[in-house]
C-alpha cells in the first residue's frame, strides 16, 4: 500500500517555530518528488514547496521564503518541512504529496499520493 501520513503540527504563538515530518510506506521516497501544500479554513489548498528526487528545491510561496525550508533524508524515507516565523496567516492543514511526474508542479492536481494532513495553528 502507497502512503504518506504527516505528522508535527500543532498550537504555535507567533514567531514560533514547527517543523512538520512526513513518512511514506509502501515506495521509497529517495526516487520521488515530495511536496508541501496548505489549506487554510474556506481557501483553496496551495503550494509551498517541493523537492525533487535531485534534491533541487522549488518555493512557490513568496511569503514563506527565508522562513520554511524543505529537506529529506533518504535514510529515514522521511520528507521534512522546518516553519520558522510563523505568523497566523501560516495556519491551515498541511500536506505532504508525490508528484506524478517528478517535476514538483505547483497544482495539487499533479500529485497521485496525499498524507492526511496535520494541522498548524498560529494563535496567541
Known amino acids: 500500500q502507497l502512503q504518506l501520513v504527516e505528522s508535527g503540527g500543532g498550537l504555535v504563538q507567533p514567531g514560533g517555530s514547527l517543523r512538520l515530518s512526513c513518512a511514506a510506506s509502501?515506495?521509497?521516497?529517495?526516487?520521488?518528488?515530495i511536496g508541501w501544500f496548505r489549506q487554510a479554513p474556506g481557501k483553496e489548498r496551495e503550494a509551498v514547496s517541493c523537492?525533487?528526487?535531485?534534491?533541487?528545491?522549488?518555493n512557490y510561496k513568496e511569503s514563506v521564503k527565508g522562513r520554511f525550508t524543505i529537506s529529506r533524508d533518504n535514510a529515514k524515507n522521511m520528507v521534512y518541512l522546518q516553519m520558522d516565523s510563523l505568523k497566523p496567516e501560516d495556519s491551515g492543514l498541511y500536506y505532504c504529496?508525490?508528484?506524478?511526474?517528478?517535476?514538483?508542479?505547483?497544482?495539487?492536481?499533479?500529485?497521485?499520493?496525499w498524507g492526511q494532513g496535520t494541522r498548524v495553528t498560529v494563535s496567541s
Open positions: 523537492i525533487r528526487r535531485t534534491g533541487v528545491i522549488i
Open positions: 504529496a508525490r508528484s506524478q511526474n517528478y517535476a514538483c508542479a505547483g497544482y495539487d492536481v499533479n500529485y497521485d499520493i
Open positions: 509502501g515506495f521509497t521516497l529517495e526516487n520521488s518528488a
